[in-house]
């Protein structure tokens, strides 16, 4: 168990709906990355929040937005969903900002678009 | 822009046999390096990290992998496999300058045969 906790473990829903995926940092971490990880594209980073404020941004879709809460639990919002958004989505924490923190990884939810 | 490249997406390898998993980096400034191992059904996890020092690294389970700056190589070795370290592995990379993105390679998964 890496401290890291991942709401929901599944999601399915539709092509052009809209989906919020949760994440609960480590105690004590400050920095939430996301990831979206699919059979043809591998681990694509998406977004890093640090303490609150968005501190890079990787591949991450227009569609697509996230947030970091005062309680620095994290959400990623998914909208306008299409077929290829279809992949498991994860969370990482790390304790600080500096680039050689471990990431500490969630279970991940897994998104189905139909 | 950065890249990972990790050689072998699928490796097959019997008990007792050594391991070598190739990852290559395409980023020139100062990095750090890093080896996450997914066993099934669970999250990633840390195997081991390079920043500084020692280019040869020493990780859990035995693992080791060595930093090679003129190669922009990390490969990942172990001496000998067991059946536990069947999973996936990826290789990681970070700079430390260059907006803190984490960027991941494909992957490797790794079967060892008992």
């Known amino acids: 168990d890496s401290g890291v906790t991942q709401t929901p473990k599944h999601l399915i829903t539709a092509t052009g709906q809209r989906v919020t995926l949760r994440c609960s940092p480590r105690?004590?971490?400050?920095?939430v990355y996301w990831y979206q990880q699919s059979l043809d594209q591998g681990l694509q980073f998406l977004i890093q929040?640090?303490?609150?404020?968005?501190?890079a941004k990787g591949n991450i879709l227009e569609r697509f937005s996230a947030q970091q809460f005062p309680d620095l639990h994290s959400e990623l919002n998914l909208s306008s969903l299409e077929l290829g958004d279809s992949a498991l989505y994860f969370c990482?924490?790390?304790?600080?900002?500096?680039?050689?923190?471990?990431?500490?990884f969630g279970p991940g939810t897994r998104l189905t678009v139909l | 822009a950065q890249s990972v490249s990790q050689h072998n997406h699928h490796v097959i390898l019997s008990e007792a046999a050594s391991l070598e998993l190739g990852c290559n980096y395409s980023?020139?400034?100062?990095?750090?390096l890093f080896w996450y191992v997914q066993y099934p059904g669970q999250h990633l996890q840390l195997l081991l990290k390079?920043?500084?020092?020692?280019?040869l690294v020493k990780g859990i389970k035995g693992f080791e992998a060595e930093f090679i700056k003129s190669k922009f190589s990390f490969n990942l070795r172990k001496p000998s496999v067991q059946w536990s370290d069947t999973a996936e592995y990826f290789c990681?990379?970070?700079?430390?300058?260059?907006?803190?993105?984490?960027?991941f390679g494909a992957g490797t998964r790794l079967f060892v045969k008992a």
């Open positions: 990482a924490s790390s304790g600080g900002l500096a680039a050689y923190n471990e990431q500490f």
């Open positions: 105690s004590g971490d400050l920095s």
């Open positions: 929040y640090y303490n609150g404020e968005e501190r």
């Open positions: 980023y020139g400034g100062t990095v750090n």
């Open positions: 390079y920043f500084s020092g020692d280019p």
């Open positions: 990681a990379v970070n700079a430390r300058t260059g907006g803190f993105k984490t960027i």
